[in-house]
């Protein structure tokens, strides 16, 4: 037997294999440095002038970009191209988007649009003037309207023939107090408000829980509510039909069931909230000491309120988006983008004024609309 001759092929086969390991090991370990790289210049893919006036304002909606301003509504994608508009008269145009639905609502006025990219928009004229709107997947819109000493919380549908108003809840603002924030789900079934209660000395705030099916029929649409006190809830977003993320002053708390709701996660901070954002999937804040940038953390979570990320950050910004799995921070002249695994994709100065950066369908695009054009911008030197 050849013994010689087997050890021969076992060291070769041993030799073999180690280097193969070494070499998957690294190709893992570029692939991840290659993937996590951060982008310090970019080139223009594309450019458009912008014909508009600064008063437009924009919104990213399903890939695309939606422009306002008081006389009208549009969606372009990232080359410029319109996809659909829609004319108005509004002195304050008030936007909100879910799905495939856009709701305009003039503020202080008694008009709001909706749109669905599909036909010309329906408007809808209301009795007394609008404080806000918010519209949901099914196209369903809530309006808070205001009136000497009360509020009305209307829930429209505008696409049916007649009664296209569903339900009316009105509230008394001696009693109830005065209304911070609101969302509808995502089906249209249930409302969530923010009240602020003022009693002589004593503040409350107030989240109360509005559920429109046969359990809310049962309790007059009221199906829960809880108190804050004197910390104030700044903004409330649905995550899903089922679960909403109520903003407070010192964090954020997820509830759950909308129509038996309860606390499903509350997370608290130590320092002042300076921003946040939700993109229906990933909670993100930043807290930060009054007027320390280098204090700054970003925390991220899921939408049941599990942790995902916490990381201090030193950006210089004015506002903070996330989209999937990147946060966008824009300021006057910067731009930072960061992923969500804390590795920084992008950091650039630029020479002229910014007013957003929006993703597009390829990782490595964006869509930066400066007050001079649009551009496509491909990161990269």
């Given at each position: 037997?050849?013994f010689?001759?087997?050890?021969?092929?076992?060291?070769?086969a041993?030799?073999?294999?180690?280097g193969?390991a070494?070499?998957?090991?690294?190709?893992?370990v570029?692939s991840?440095?290659?993937g996590?790289?951060?982008?310090e210049?970019y080139?223009?893919e594309?450019?458009v002038?912008r014909?508009?006036s600064?008063n437009?304002s924009?919104?990213f909606h399903?890939?695309?970009?939606l422009?306002f301003?008081?006389?009208?509504i549009s969606?372009?994608?990232?080359?410029?191209?319109s996809?659909?508009?829609?004319?108005?008269?509004?002195?304050?145009?008030q936007?909100?988007i879910s799905?495939?639905y856009v709701?305009v609502?003039?503020v202080?006025?008694?008009?709001?649009?909706?749109?669905?990219?599909?036909?010309?928009?329906?408007?809808i004229e209301?009795?007394l003037?609008?404080?806000?709107a918010?519209v949901?997947?099914?196209g369903?819109v809530?309006?808070?309207?205001?009136d000497k000493d009360s509020?009305?919380l209307?829930l429209?549908?505008?696409?049916v023939?007649?009664?296209?108003l569903?339900v009316?809840?009105?509230?008394?603002?001696a009693e109830?107090?005065y209304?911070i924030?609101?969302?509808?789900?995502?089906d249209?079934?249930s409302?969530v408000?923010?009240?602020?209660?003022?009693?002589?000395?004593?503040i409350?705030?107030k989240?109360?829980?509005?559920n429109?099916?046969?359990v809310?029929?049962?309790?007059?649409t009221?199906?829960?509510g809880k108190?804050?006190g004197e910390e104030?809830?700044a903004?409330?977003?649905?995550?899903d039909d089922?679960?909403?993320?109520?903003?407070?002053e010192?964090g954020?708390?997820?509830?759950?069931?909308?129509?038996q709701?309860?606390?499903a996660?509350e997370?608290?901070?130590?320092?002042?909230?300076?921003?946040?954002?939700?993109?229906g999937?990933?909670?993100?804040?930043?807290?930060a000491?009054e007027g320390?940038?280098d204090s700054q953390k970003?925390?991220?979570?899921?939408s049941?309120?599990?942790e995902?990320?916490?990381?201090n950050i030193?950006?210089?910004?004015?506002?903070?988006?996330?989209y999937?799995n990147e946060?966008?921070?824009?300021?006057?002249?910067v731009c930072?983008?960061?992923?969500?695994?804390?590795?920084?994709?992008?950091k650039?100065?630029?020479?002229?004024?910014?007013?957003?950066?929006?993703?597009?369908?390829?990782?490595?695009?964006y869509?930066?609309i400066d007050?001079?054009?649009i551009?496509?911008?491909?990161?990269?030197?």
């Amino acid at each position: 037997m050849n013994f010689s001759g087997n050890k021969r092929q076992k060291k070769i086969a041993g030799i073999f294999l180690v280097g193969l390991a070494l070499l998957v090991t690294g190709l893992g370990v570029f692939s991840y440095i290659y993937g996590n790289r951060c982008f310090e210049h970019y080139r223009v893919e594309s450019k458009v002038e912008r014909s508009d006036s600064n008063n437009v304002s924009y919104q990213f909606h399903n890939g695309n970009i939606l422009k306002f301003s008081r006389s009208g509504i549009s969606e372009i994608d990232n080359s410029g191209k319109s996809l659909w508009n829609g004319g108005y008269e509004m002195k304050r145009p008030q936007v909100d988007i879910s799905g495939d639905y856009v709701v305009v609502a003039d503020v202080d006025g008694k008009d709001f649009y909706v749109f669905n990219g599909k036909d010309e928009g329906i408007s809808i004229e209301t009795n007394l003037p609008i404080v806000r709107a918010k519209v949901s997947e099914q196209g369903i819109v809530a309006v808070l309207l205001k009136d000497k000493d009360s509020n009305v919380l209307n829930l429209y549908n505008p696409y049916v023939p007649a009664g296209k108003l569903l339900v009316e809840i009105p509230t008394n603002v001696a009693e109830e107090g005065y209304p911070i924030d609101f969302d509808v789900s995502p089906d249209g079934k249930s409302v969530v408000t923010s009240h602020l209660v003022v009693a002589g000395n004593t503040i409350d705030n107030k989240v109360s829980f509005y559920n429109f099916t046969e359990v809310g029929q049962d309790k007059n649409t009221l199906v829960g509510g809880k108190s804050f006190g004197e910390e104030m809830v700044a903004k409330i977003e649905f995550a899903d039909d089922d679960r909403v993320v109520v903003f407070r002053e010192k964090g954020c708390t997820v509830f759950r069931e909308m129509r038996q709701p309860d606390v499903a996660a509350e997370m608290n901070f130590a320092d002042e909230i300076k921003s946040m954002a939700f993109d229906g999937d990933t909670i993100a804040v930043v807290t930060a000491k009054e007027g320390k940038l280098d204090s700054q953390k970003l925390f991220l979570y899921d939408s049941r309120g599990k942790e995902k990320l916490q990381q201090n950050i030193s950006y210089e910004y004015d506002d903070m988006q996330i989209y999937g799995n990147e946060i966008i921070f824009v300021g006057n002249r910067v731009c930072n983008i960061m992923r969500a695994n804390g590795h920084e994709k992008f950091k650039y100065r630029f020479q002229q004024e910014i007013d957003a950066v929006f993703p597009t369908s390829d990782s490595n695009e964006y869509t930066l609309i400066d007050n001079l054009a649009i551009h496509k911008i491909s990161l990269g030197s």
